[in-house]
């Protein structure tokens, strides 16, 4: 998936080396539910995480490509395709700190949903953060979810607090008609 400055490619353990640039920051993993990736070992770790979990079919991981730069600057993933029903989710999203307020986490969303919609075919994408992740919220209303529920007290953060998430919910667009105005 290509946009005017990042691609979506497949995650791969190649990109390790370039998270490794930016994962030290602490405040890049406060929202984080797993100890953070913040040295080469437990970056591995979770990179090779997201691949054993992209082999069973419950996700499917990518690396965020920044083009003019070269480098692999975070990473965001397809979580829980059913095809029956018509829905995905998008999560495990995470940006490199310099990369904050530059567009580049709304490109990477736009190039998920479109892919969503078009490739996928789903007819519903779902987006969840922790409640108290007010930048998170604000980025996912300006996409133009719609605030769906709160799972009170659903998950534990890496550092033991129990956080409650705040569900959203994207709608395919209408298809365009295919009915033609009477001449």
Not at 43 to 60: D, H, K, P
Request: net charge neutral.
């Amino acid at each position: 998936m290509e946009g005017p400055t990042i691609s979506l490619v497949p995650l791969s353990l190649d990109h390790v080396s370039d998270f490794l640039r930016y994962s030290a920051d602490p405040t890049l993993w406060t929202w984080w539910l797993r100890p953070p990736p913040i040295d080469a070992a437990t970056m591995r770790a979770e990179v090779t995480l997201a691949l054993e979990q992209a082999a069973t079919g419950a996700r499917q991981p990518y690396s965020i490509f920044h083009r003019t730069r070269g480098e692999h600057i975070g990473s965001t993933s397809f979580w829980h395709h059913d095809a029956a029903r018509r829905t995905v989710e998008i999560g495990s999203t995470w940006l490199a700190t310099p990369f904050h307020g530059t567009g580049i986490n709304r490109e990477c969303k736009e190039l998920l949903l479109r892919h969503a919609f078009t490739e996928l075919g789903v007819a519903h994408v779902m987006l969840q953060t922790d409640e108290l992740n007010h930048r998170s919220r604000r980025a996912i209303e300006k996409l133009g979810a719609t605030f769906d529920h709160v799972r009170p007290h659903d998950k534990t953060t890496w550092n033991g607090r129990v956080r409650s998430s705040v569900i959203y919910i994207l709608s395919a667009p209408p298809a365009p008609s295919t009915s033609s105005a009477p001449a």
